[in-house]
């Protein structure tokens, strides 16, 4: 079955500084890769998706980059914010009607004012 | 809307003890599933369900039951608890029909403690 893996688990970055966080995936049938934020506390939101017929995707400072081939996936946040500061959570589905959804490890995102 | 909702909030339990994690939702989605969270570990998969009477095993199953007699509702079963089994459950719904996104509502979360 599909199995993602996430790095890091931890990330420090000053305010205003970029963070990347990066997951890898095993199955390549896969062609669905979200995005989670979750807040101290609150349950897991969707900040960003990207398709495996596209190669990146933006929304303000987020971007998703997908490169099929070496089967892994970014998660990019420029300029950030204290706000920002939550675990994030990759994920990815292979096609079916499943709907299956398999998870990473998690980062837990620190932003320093 | 109200959503996908789960209770209890918190609960503890002892080893041996049974109990229901309950779970619905009002979106008339036809996905459901349960994830437990433990820290390191993300969100593993428990069960999930295409739709009523169909489920199907995730990555982490044993130890837990689940049903789907109807669209809105699906309870997690734990037989007898462990403390291996000490975790936040979450309750995740989604549309599969009709070229939905997939995106994956989530419930508030159970916190549940097995001494």
């Known amino acids: 079955g599909e199995n993602v893996e996430q790095h890091p688990s931890t990330l420090s970055v000053q305010e205003g500084d970029s963070a990347v966080i990066k997951c890898t995936y095993s199955?390549?049938?896969?062609?669905?890769f979200p995005w989670y934020k979750q807040e101290l506390g609150k349950r897991p939101q969707l900040i960003i998706d990207i398709r495996s017929n596209v190669g990146e995707k933006k929304d303000q400072r987020i971007a998703v980059t997908l490169n099929k081939t070496a089967k892994h996936f970014s998660l990019h946040i420029t300029e950030t914010q204290p706000e920002d500061s939550a675990v994030y959570f990759c994920?990815?589905?292979?096609?079916?009607?499943?709907?299956?959804?398999?998870f990473g490890q998690g980062t837990t995102l620190q932003v320093k004012p | 809307n109200a959503g996908v909702t789960q209770t209890p909030k918190f609960q503890v339990l002892k080893t041996g003890q049974s109990m229901t994690l309950q779970c619905a939702q009002d979106?008339?989605?036809?996905?459901m599933s349960w994830y437990r969270q433990d820290p390191g570990m993300g969100l593993r998969l428990i069960h999930y369900?295409?739709?009523?009477?169909?489920?199907d095993q995730g990555e982490v199953p044993n130890g837990y039951n689940v049903s789907r007699s109807t669209t809105e509702d699906f309870p997690l079963r734990l037989l007898s608890a462990a403390p291996s089994q000490t975790s936040v459950y979450f309750c995740?719904?989604?549309?599969?029909?009709?070229?939905?996104?997939?995106?994956?509502?989530f419930g508030e979360g159970s916190r549940l403690t097995v001494l």
């Open positions: 979106m008339n989605h036809e996905y």
């Open positions: 994920a990815a589905r292979a096609p079916s009607n499943t709907g299956k959804l398999i």
């Open positions: 199955d390549s049938a896969s062609n669905y």
């Open positions: 369900s295409v739709g009523a009477g169909i489920t």
């Open positions: 995740a719904s989604s549309r599969l029909a009709g070229g939905a996104t997939g995106e994956l509502f």
